[in-house]
T-cell receptor, first 118, second 111 residues
């Protein structure tokens, strides 16, 4: 149980275009989803927290207009990188926690998305 | 903000050896988690700890929640090649769902 699926696993896009990354909880209701960014050989940096049906809460220094987060259902959250630039190239990872068999889960992570902006 | 310091940063060990790594915090946490991340993948939850002093095992892995609530350690016994990866501690503190991650310990196993 507690499977989180992220798609795509990698994407290459041209500078100035937008990219959408999906995060799905496959077998539980994800009341809260988190989006992280990870630079090479570094730890995970939390970008934002989203609760189903509510606006995302962004961490300090993260541009909410650039990284659009939507958590429209209990199984899906999306991160859209708008007007992407090469410096946005990174590994983006989502995680989700919620209810599985009536029990609150810890955070389970997706497989990550490698974004390369050229 | 909260910070978790993990040590060592990296380890090079021979197959079959035991491994020990720890994580310390400047503040009290009420949950400690240990994750493993392999290249190009998301972290995978290994062990979750909820009570001060709790000692929990998952196969060859053992982790403990420090009495002071400010530290945790992870031990791996009889390491095997598939143990290679980066191990992260993470924690949450009262009233906050967000995970604070440690700096990571990179484990390399020499055949």
């Amino acid at each position: 149980g507690a499977v989180v699926s992220q798609h795509p696993s990698w994407v290459i896009c041209k500078s100035g275009t937008s990219v959408k990354i999906e995060c799905r909880s496959l077998d539980f209701q994800a009341t809260t989803m988190f989006w992280y960014r990870q630079f090479p050989k570094q730890s995970l940096m939390l970008m934002a927290t989203s609760n189903e049906g509510s606006k995302a809460t962004y961490e300090q220094g993260v541009e909410k207009d650039k990284f659009l987060i939507n958590h429209a259902s209990l199984t899906l959250s999306t991160l859209t990188v708008t007007s992407a630039h090469p410096e946005d190239s990174s590994f983006y990872i989502c995680s989700a926690r919620g209810l599985l068999d009536g029990t609150n889960t810890e955070a389970f992570f997706g497989q990550g998305t490698r974004l390369t902006v050229v | 903000g909260q910070q978790l310091n993990q040590s060592p940063q990296s380890m090079f060990i021979q197959e079959g050896e035991d491994v020990s790594m720890n994580c310390t915090s400047s503040s009290i946490f009420n949950t400690w988690l240990w994750y493993k991340q392999e290249p190009g993948e998301g972290p995978v939850l290994l062990i979750a700890l909820y009570k001060a002093g709790e000692l929990t095992s998952n196969g060859r892995l053992t982790a403990q929640f420090g009495i002071t609530r400010k530290d945790s350690f992870l031990n791996i016994s009889a390491s095997i090649p598939s143990d290679v990866g980066i191990y992260f501690c993470a924690g949450t503190y009262f009233g906050n769902e967000k995970l604070t991650f440690g700096t990571g310990t990179r484990l390399t196993i020499i055949p």
